[in-house]
């Protein structure tokens, strides 16, 4: 089965631009999640579908940070406007029950200068 | 609170030699446990869980996790390291909510020198 994809692989922005970073999940996935890494620290979950709908976004750092999951498939989040601190590895991940492990993707790489 | 503290940022071995990442956690309750694994430009994989069964636990690649409850620890051991093991290890304890929220330790980077 094809994994967890997430394009693109890095993202270079001038800040105050916007950018939209897309999770494919892995088919039939109801779980995905999204996950942040910021230079030195650690993973940090961001948020949580399940199908279309939001079941916990409780790590969303602030309102310029939008994430959707039309039609309970892909996902994209999309920052607006990126400031400095948004630059590093966005992680998606998806798992067909909540308590399962999760199948990371690769990653997004994201630089705001 | 929950928490997971991984005790070195960076392990160096010689190839051959046994590996041993270090990794505490906090809860209130006796938890699961992961090691997750990511190789330059990949993404995370999952090593080893620990989940209230057998307190070793074998993984893939030769790896394997002891689930220590006096010592609230769940280090990570290989008795012999390869040059293919060099990556960034991460302990990670699911959130107590038990919807797949993961909380991660701050990694440990391995280097393996031939």
Redesign the interface.
């Known amino acids: 089965e094809a994994?967890?994809t997430q394009f693109p692989?890095h993202s270079v922005i001038e800040k105050g631009q916007t950018v939209t970073l897309r999770c494919d999940p892995i088919s039939g996935h109801d779980?995905l999640?999204w996950?942040r890494r910021v230079m030195g620290?650690?993973?940090?979950?961001l948020l949580?579908f399940v199908k279309e709908s939001k079941?916990?976004e409780s790590g969303m750092p602030n309102n310029r940070f939008l994430a959707e999951r039309t039609g309970g498939t892909y996902s994209t989040l999309k920052v607006q406007p990126a400031e400095l601190e948004d630059s590093g590895v966005y992680?998606c991940?998806s798992?067909p029950?909540?308590?399962?492990?999760?199948?990371?993707?690769?990653?997004t790489r994201l630089t705001v200068t | 609170a929950q928490s997971v503290t991984q005790l070195d940022s960076h392990v160096s071995v010689s190839e051959g030699t046994p590996v041993l990442l270090r990794c505490n956690y906090s809860s209130s309750y006796s938890p699961s446990l992961?090691w997750?694994v990511q190789h330059p430009?990949?993404?995370?994989?999952?090593l080893l869980?620990y989940t209230s069964a057998a307190t070793l636990v074998k993984g893939i690649n030769g790896f394997e996790a002891e689930f220590k409850k006096s010592e609230t620890s769940f280090h990570l051991t290989k008795p012999s390291a390869h040059m293919s093991d060099a990556a960034e290890y991460?302990c990670v304890m699911?959130?107590s909510?038990?919807?797949?929220?993961?909380?991660?330790?701050?990694?440990t980077t391995l280097q393996v020198k031939p």
């Open positions: 994994g967890v692989s779980n999640y996950y620290k650690e993973i940090k979950f949580h079941q916990d992680f991940a798992s029950v909540p308590y399962s492990p999760l199948h990371f993707g690769n990653g | 992961f997750y430009n990949k993404g995370l994989q999952l869980k991460f699911p959130h909510s038990n919807t797949g929220k993961l909380i991660f330790g701050q990694g």
